[in-house]
């Protein structure tokens, strides 16, 4: 239990930074959709389809793989060669992503401005060298600077941004004859969005100065390859993760059954703005997910590891059910981060998300056999399925049925993903899991969700929505406590109350 509690702890740390992080990011939202609307919402959720996808291929699988290598080879020798990896292949990507910039603009349905693919090539660069720094302080146990410098980094592209959209344009009308005035374009907002991020990728990377040039030029040849080798499954992995993740928004510009391209980019913007509402299960998959990493590695040579593996998936489901519930039964609250009343029309795709991002979590948790089994071209396997499923079914829906079928497609996907994952993780790396109890726990949150939709339904009045809510949210978190009271009364401050 001493593994979970420090789990728990350094999570809550990187869950801390990543949630007030994105929660800041999330809040821009409705702030981003009041200046930029409909279209311009969806054309830099265009270009935030496409850096994700050139993150992928920049770091190659380079975090994971410097994980798994600490362990087993000099840590000093592997953060050099991991360093001056990723140093030498960004520099070179960034010049090819910089002569191709006009291409890739057409392919995003930006041509008109491609300055905005030389911006994101920009991010993209900066974000890839702070790679190993971040990666060096999770495996140092220093959660607090990752905190720091995460949150550091969104307050100053919250900052930027404000200055850019807000200031800018106030200055601009009071002083016509100002330096700003005759610098600001107020045609070219998706632009800032992106300068603005540019500023945070680099103040970042400068806050990581001294984990960055800690490294010596001394390149290991041999663990170089072993880096590749174990790290490029885990890239084709990602890449196909993308298309499950982001590239569906890409489609949706493309094959939206709408008459215009203006229109087609409203589509991606409102399902771009109301997939913001699955941010509580995302932020839970991605703290774990730092948290977790590492974890997993030093636990690996425990005779408890898998038990241990099985209750920390246990303590994941439940948190996500919660998350689940959170969420949906108080949506008419969420949806008010949407400022554009007219994008709620895409609110029936937020349950579908949800339980689609907590298939992801799940699908996460497991791929630990491949991980430790040196076997990641089985998640390349795994997440190429995925991929195909995606495009298949956006391929054959979108045009029919426009983000919704980008929703289930989603949904299929990460299903699928974590239904093979367990399959096949099992007959490699038995971890007895408790799979009736976790199934069971996801199908009751889901119900309560249901009972809940047509009660509001049947009684559309506040006092009986959010009534109704909070006693079925209360009902099922008792229902957990007393069903894992055993596990509980284990967990500090929690287990006080359960003894």
């Given at each position: 239990m001493s593994g979970i509690k420090k789990l728990a702890g350094q999570t809550i740390w990187y869950g801390a930074s990543s949630i007030a992080a994105r929660f800041i990011n999330y809040l821009l939202t409705p702030y981003l959709i009041l200046m930029l609307g409909k279209v311009w919402y969806g054309e830099q959720s265009l270009i935030y389809s496409y850096i994700p996808f050139m993150n992928v291929?920049?770091?190659?699988?380079?975090?994971?793989?410097?994980?798994?290598?600490?362990?087993?080879?000099?840590?000093?020798?592997?953060f050099n060669t991991s360093s001056i990896s990723l140093l030498s292949s960004s520099l070179l990507l960034s010049m090819l992503l910089i002569g191709f910039h006009v291409p890739i603009s057409r392919i995003l349905m930006v041509e008109a401005h491609p300055e905005y693919v030389l911006l994101a090539s920009g991010i993209i660069f900066f974000d890839a060298l702070s790679t190993i720094p971040f990666a060096k302080l999770r495996l140092d146990g220093k959660p607090r600077k990752f905190a720091f410098v995460k949150i550091s980094g969104i307050l100053v592209n919250m900052?930027?941004?404000?200055?850019?959209?807000?200031?800018?344009?106030?200055?601009?009308?009071?002083?016509?004859?100002?330096?700003?005035?005759?610098?600001?374009?107020?045609?070219?907002?998706?632009?800032?969005?992106?300068?603005?991020?540019?500023?945070?990728?680099?103040?970042?990377?400068?806050?990581?100065?001294k984990e960055f040039f800690s490294f010596n030029f001394k390149f290991d040849k041999i663990?170089?390859?072993?880096?590749?080798?174990?790290?490029?499954?885990?890239?084709?992995?990602?890449?196909?993760?993308?298309?499950?993740?982001?590239?569906?928004?890409?489609?949706?510009?493309?094959?939206?059954?709408?008459?215009?391209?203006?229109?087609?980019?409203?589509?991606?913007?409102?399902?771009?703005?109301?997939?913001?509402?699955?941010?509580?299960?995302?932020?839970?998959?991605?703290?774990?997910?730092?948290?977790?990493?590492?974890?997993?590695?030093?636990?690996?040579?425990?005779?408890?590891?898998?038990?241990?593996?099985?209750?920390?998936?246990?303590?994941?489901v439940i948190t996500l059910c919660l998350m689940f519930l959170f969420v949906m039964l108080y949506v008419d609250l969420w949806k008010y981060f949407i400022t554009d009343h007219s994008m709620w029309i895409g609110l029936k795709v937020v349950p579908v998300l949800l339980l689609a991002n907590m298939f992801l979590g799940i699908y996460y948790n497991l791929s630990i056999w491949y991980k430790l089994g040196n076997k990641t071209i089985a998640g390349a396997y795994i997440t190429l399925i995925g991929a195909g499923v995606t495009l298949l079914i956006n391929y054959l829906f979108i045009p029919a049925y426009s983000y919704v079928a980008c929703a289930w497609a989603t949904f299929a996907c990460y299903g699928i993903m974590m239904v093979v994952s367990y399959v096949w993780g099992q007959k490699n790396y038995r971890i007895p899991y408790a799979k009736n109890k976790l199934i069971a726990y996801i199908i009751i949150a889901v119900i309560c969700y249901?009972?809940?939709?047509?009660?509001?339904?049947?009684?559309?009045?506040?006092?009986?929505?959010?009534?109704?809510?909070?006693?079925?949210?209360?009902?099922?978190f008792l229902f957990i406590l007393r069903v894992e009271k055993r596990e509980f009364a284990q967990l500090p401050v929690i287990g006080q109350f359960l003894k």
């Amino acid at each position: 239990m001493s593994g979970i509690k420090k789990l728990a702890g350094q999570t809550i740390w990187y869950g801390a930074s990543s949630i007030a992080a994105r929660f800041i990011n999330y809040l821009l939202t409705p702030y981003l959709i009041l200046m930029l609307g409909k279209v311009w919402y969806g054309e830099q959720s265009l270009i935030y389809s496409y850096i994700p996808f050139m993150n992928v291929v920049f770091t190659y699988g380079m975090e994971t793989a410097f994980f798994r290598f600490t362990q087993i080879q000099d840590k000093k020798t592997v953060f050099n060669t991991s360093s001056i990896s990723l140093l030498s292949s960004s520099l070179l990507l960034s010049m090819l992503l910089i002569g191709f910039h006009v291409p890739i603009s057409r392919i995003l349905m930006v041509e008109a401005h491609p300055e905005y693919v030389l911006l994101a090539s920009g991010i993209i660069f900066f974000d890839a060298l702070s790679t190993i720094p971040f990666a060096k302080l999770r495996l140092d146990g220093k959660p607090r600077k990752f905190a720091f410098v995460k949150i550091s980094g969104i307050l100053v592209n919250m900052g930027s941004l404000y200055f850019f959209l807000s200031i800018c344009p106030q200055i601009a009308k009071e002083k016509p004859d100002s330096l700003i005035a005759f610098l600001f374009d107020k045609e070219w907002l998706v632009g800032y969005v992106f300068v603005a991020n540019l500023i945070q990728s680099i103040v970042t990377l400068l806050l990581l100065s001294k984990e960055f040039f800690s490294f010596n030029f001394k390149f290991d040849k041999i663990v170089w390859r072993q880096l590749v080798l174990y790290g490029l499954p885990i890239m084709i992995a990602g890449f196909a993760g993308m298309i499950n993740e982001t590239f569906d928004r890409i489609m949706l510009g493309w094959w939206a059954p709408v008459s215009s391209e203006d229109a087609a980019k409203a589509e991606v913007g409102i399902y771009s703005a109301c997939y913001k509402l699955s941010l509580l299960i995302s932020l839970s998959v991605q703290a774990f997910r730092m948290g977790a990493e590492p974890f997993f590695f030093k636990q690996s040579t425990s005779e408890n590891a898998p038990r241990t593996y099985a209750r920390v998936m246990k303590f994941f489901v439940i948190t996500l059910c919660l998350m689940f519930l959170f969420v949906m039964l108080y949506v008419d609250l969420w949806k008010y981060f949407i400022t554009d009343h007219s994008m709620w029309i895409g609110l029936k795709v937020v349950p579908v998300l949800l339980l689609a991002n907590m298939f992801l979590g799940i699908y996460y948790n497991l791929s630990i056999w491949y991980k430790l089994g040196n076997k990641t071209i089985a998640g390349a396997y795994i997440t190429l399925i995925g991929a195909g499923v995606t495009l298949l079914i956006n391929y054959l829906f979108i045009p029919a049925y426009s983000y919704v079928a980008c929703a289930w497609a989603t949904f299929a996907c990460y299903g699928i993903m974590m239904v093979v994952s367990y399959v096949w993780g099992q007959k490699n790396y038995r971890i007895p899991y408790a799979k009736n109890k976790l199934i069971a726990y996801i199908i009751i949150a889901v119900i309560c969700y249901v009972i809940h939709y047509f009660v509001k339904e049947q009684f559309p009045v506040s006092w009986v929505n959010y009534g109704v809510a909070t006693l079925l949210f209360l009902l099922y978190f008792l229902f957990i406590l007393r069903v894992e009271k055993r596990e509980f009364a284990q967990l500090p401050v929690i287990g006080q109350f359960l003894k």
